[in-house]
């Protein structure tokens, strides 16, 4: 059984329709930059092919340039997206799981990214702590599973690998949670407050790690019904790229599907576990033991201690100073 419920999470989405909103943009205007820039990188290359033959290649390498070329700026935006879209989402819903209303005359969108620039002034901070949870997660994930490599049946062994697959794509979604716990626990020193969150996701990791499969398979599934259902009419608008159509309506078909996923389903799910999560670790302090489990599966973590020590150390120093 399953640690939260449908219809309050529904709930919850539906009470941040504009951050729902707000996503839907981002990722529609995603899908539109691939499509636009694929298709005018193929046009270019059809320019200047020779004969029929060279025209189809130049056209794909064109296509493949405009598809880089969207891919290689998202990549460089992925900060500013967790920052401004993910953790203002994250901010907003923290408030209403903790029964708080939102402050009137403010847009919703507009006071998430206040809570956000609160908790972390630069976003480049949010950024960091996010990359060491995610590789902490990883790490610790990947112990709790080791038991398996020494079970000598093969059947076995396969299916371990499924489930350890599943974890890390779960990851997204508990690092989400680890944020969750920062800005609801207003903690000054984020990395100190990251390094609280991951103890007491160990310490109840088989009740999150049960969630999270859960919500990740119907995640993975929703999107592919989606990318089903996107890959005719896609398929329909590459249809007119010079050269050939048929790879890059399956490609954008994919980016369509994962664009809803991220503006649509994955709030579902980051929603849902945040639930689990306050609700499996009310009352808890962090365990000593189990600190020093994540500290021996990971030397990410280990840093994150030493960035959190360095960090009351700064606040010691200037309090001195003044």
Same mark, same amino acid.
Request: overall charge positive; charged content about 15%.
């Given at each position: 059984?399953?640690?939260? #419920?449908?219809?309050?999470?529904?709930?919850?989405?539906? #009470?941040?329709?504009?951050?729902?909103?707000?996503?839907?943009?981002?990722?529609?205007?995603?899908?539109?930059?691939?499509?636009?820039?694929?298709?005018?990188?193929?046009?270019?290359?059809?320019? =200047?092919?020779?004969?029929?033959?060279?025209?189809?290649?130049?056209? =794909?390498?064109?296509?493949?340039?405009?598809?880089?070329?969207?891919?290689?700026?998202?990549?460089?935006?992925?900060?500013?997206?967790?920052?401004?879209?993910?953790?203002?989402?994250?901010?907003?819903?923290?408030?209403?799981?903790?029964?708080?209303?939102?402050?009137?005359?403010?847009?919703?969108?507009?006071?998430?990214?206040?809570?956000?620039?609160?908790?972390?002034?630069?976003?480049?901070?949010?950024?960091?702590?996010?990359?060491?949870?995610?590789?902490?997660?990883?790490?610790?994930? @990947?112990?709790?599973?080791?038991?398996?490599?020494?079970?000598?049946?093969?059947?076995?062994?396969?299916?371990?690998?499924?489930?350890?697959?599943?974890?890390?794509?779960?990851?997204?979604?508990? +690092?989400?949670?680890?944020?969750?716990?920062?800005? #609801?626990? #207003?903690?000054?020193?984020?990395?100190?407050?990251?390094?609280?969150?991951?103890?007491?996701?160990?310490?109840?990791?088989?009740?999150?790690?049960?969630?999270?499969?859960?919500?990740?398979v119907i995640?993975?599934?929703?999107?592919?019904?989606?990318?089903?259902?996107?890959?005719?009419?896609?398929?329909?608008?590459?249809?007119?790229?010079?050269?050939e159509a048929?790879?890059?309506?399956?490609?954008?078909?994919?980016?369509?599907?994962?664009?809803?996923?991220?503006?649509?389903?994955?709030?579902?799910?980051?929603?849902?576990?945040?639930?689990?999560?306050?609700?499996?670790?009310?009352?808890?302090?962090?365990?000593?033991?189990?600190?020093?489990?994540?500290?021996?599966?990971?030397?990410?973590f280990r840093?994150?201690? +030493?960035?959190?020590? @360095?960090? =009351?150390?700064?606040?010691?120093?200037?309090?001195?100073?003044?």
């Open positions: 059984m399953m640690d939260f #419920r449908i219809g309050e999470t529904v709930s919850l989405l539906a #009470r941040t329709s504009p951050y729902l909103g707000f996503r839907l943009v981002i990722y529609f205007g995603i899908t539109l930059a691939y499509i636009v820039t694929t298709g005018g990188g193929a046009g270019i290359g059809w320019l =200047f092919g020779s004969g029929e033959e060279g025209k189809a290649t130049t056209a =794909f390498w064109g296509a493949l340039t405009g598809f880089g070329l969207v891919s290689g700026i998202l990549y460089w935006l992925r900060e500013y997206l967790l920052y401004t879209v993910k953790a203002g989402h994250i901010a907003v819903l923290v408030e209403l799981i903790e029964g708080q209303s939102l402050p009137e005359g403010r847009g919703q969108v507009a006071h998430g990214a206040a809570v956000v620039k609160e908790r972390f002034v630069e976003s480049s901070v949010l950024f960091g702590v996010d990359q060491l949870i995610k590789g902490i997660l990883r790490a610790f994930n @990947a112990s709790v599973m080791t038991f398996v490599s020494f079970i000598p049946i093969p059947a076995v062994q396969n299916v371990a690998k499924f489930v350890t697959a599943v974890i890390n794509m779960s990851l997204t979604y508990v +690092d989400e949670v680890i944020l969750a716990h920062l800005i #609801r626990t #207003r903690s000054e020193n984020a990395w100190a407050g990251a390094r609280e969150a991951l103890v007491l996701y160990a310490q109840n990791y088989k009740a999150m790690l049960k969630n999270a499969l859960f919500l990740t995640v993975w599934v929703l999107t592919l019904v989606i990318f089903l259902i996107f890959l005719l009419p896609i398929g329909l608008i590459v249809n007119v790229f010079p050269g048929g790879f890059w309506g399956f490609a954008i078909a994919v980016v369509a599907a994962l664009s809803v996923k991220a503006a649509l389903i994955e709030p579902f799910a980051m929603t849902a576990l945040m639930q689990v999560y306050f609700k499996v670790t009310a009352g808890q302090q962090p365990n000593p033991e189990w600190e020093g489990k994540l500290e021996k599966a990971s030397g990410k840093e994150l201690k +030493d960035k959190a020590a @360095a960090g =009351f150390a700064r606040k010691a120093s200037g309090a001195a100073g003044a």
